[in-house]
T-cell receptor
Framework: KAGVTQTPRYLIKTRGQQVTLSCSPI?????VSWYQQTPGQGLQFLFE???????NKGNFPGRFSGRQFSNSRSEMNVSTLELGDSALYLC????????????FGQGTRLTVV | GESVGLHLPTLSVQEGDNSIINCAYS??????FIWYKQESGKGPQFIID?????DKRQGQRVTVLLNKTVKHLSLQIAATQPGDSAVYFC?????????????FGKGTRLSVIA
């Protein structure tokens, strides 16, 4: 069974640009969550999608958005990039049940210059 | 702010020794906890979980202990090996939040000395 796949693995963007990251969850998983990881702030929750609906949202500005497609694949978008958006963006998928483990992808390393 | 934190940012242990990584959480109503291992260049990997109705759970070479009285979680790794070198995160799921968000501590970097 394939794991969580994130593309691209690495990305370099300039300030002011926008970026779209993609995540394909484990087959059969309908919940996809996104996290931002930085050395200073650690792992912080961005949002969660379940059955194409945003079910939960963290404390990030509106420049961070996401969506989920009918096949459970998810994308997140960051507009008007800032230097501080440089981070590892991680996607996690889990099955429908409560308190079930989340499986992470390898992440997309975004560098904003 | 962070509701889950770790006591030590780094831990060095001799190969073959046991490792103990600690974590404190602040939400006494959290009912599910997970330990993750993150190797360089990779995403977090599930190690072991524990629910709040348990105080101990064992896996292969790993044991998680939960002390709800003092809101403390620990991960014990037996016979630590070089491949155990990584950053370890504890995470909690607050109540009534479904599967998310996972609230992570900042992590402890475990270095195994050969």
């Amino acid at each position: 069974k394939a794991g969580v796949t994130q593309t691209p693995r690495y990305l370099i963007k300039t300030r002011g640009q926008q970026v779209t990251l993609s995540c394909s969850p484990i087959s059969g998983h309908r919940s996809v969550s996104w996290y931002q990881q930085t050395p200073g702030q650690g792992l912080q929750f961005l949002f969660e999608y379940f059955s194409e609906t945003q079910r939960n949202k963290g404390n990030f500005p509106g420049r961070f958005s996401g969506r989920q497609f009918s096949n459970s694949r998810s994308e997140m978008n960051v507009s008007t990039l800032e230097l501080g958006d440089s981070a590892l963006y991680l996607c996690a998928s889990s099955s429908q049940g409560e308190n079930t483990e989340a499986f992470f992808g390898q992440g997309t390393r975004l560098t904003v210059v | 702010g962070e509701s889950v934190g770790l006591h030590l940012p780094t831990l060095s242990v001799q190969e073959g020794d046991n490792s103990i990584i600690n974590c404190a959480y602040s939400n006494s109503a959290s009912d599910y906890f997970i330990w993750y291992k993150q190797e360089s260049g990779k995403g977090p990997q599930f190690i072991i979980d524990i629910r709040s109705n348990m105080d101990k759970r064992q896996g292969q070479r790993v044991t998680v202990l939960l002390n709800k009285t003092v809101k403390h979680l620990s991960l014990q790794i037996a016979a630590t090996q070089p491949g155990d070198s990584a950053v370890y995160f504890c995470a909690e799921i607050p109540p009534f939040s479904g599967n998310t968000p996972l609230v992570f501590g900042k992590g402890t970097r475990l270095s195994v000395i050969a």
